[in-house]
């Protein structure tokens, strides 16, 4: 499996901004892989924010349209997610989520995001 560690999370008011930065520890982008950002709520399914594929499509929720952007630095080997006009209801775990043939499905261990009003 690949080892994800996210970052960034945290407290936010409503309207700004936050960073989440996922370090990946293998080359990100094996043939097929795609890099995602999910999250979770108490009592709610894990669900999709945006995802990422070798070929660079992307992929949002319709909540995240607009708003958040992933990204990739290969140099760095992170994904990130930036986003920006929080609102209450982004509060959640935000988990990295990584996709591939030869590695499997592979989590990170989640970041708390709390957007107050």
């Known amino acids: 499996q690949v080892q994800l560690v996210e970052s960034g999370g945290g407290l936010a008011q409503s309207g700004e901004s936050l960073r989440l930065s996922c370090s990946v520890s293998?080359?990100?982008?094996?043939?097929?892989?795609?890099l995602g950002w999910f999250r979770q709520t108490p009592g709610l399914q894990r669900e999709l924010v945006a995802q990422?594929?070798?070929?660079?499509?992307?992929n949002y929720a319709d909540s995240a349209k607009g708003r958040f952007t992933i990204s990739i630095d290969n140099a760095e080997n992170t994904v990130s997610l930036q986003m920006t006009s929080l609102k209450p209801e982004d509060t959640a775990v935000y988990y990295c989520?990584?996709?591939?043939?030869?590695?499997?499905?592979?989590w990170g261990q989640g970041t708390q995001v709390i957007v107050s009003s």
């Open positions: 293998s080359v990100i982008f094996r043939s097929g892989a795609i």
């Open positions: 989520n990584h996709i591939s043939e030869a590695t499997g499905i592979s």
């Open positions: 990422i594929s070798s070929g660079g499509r992307t």
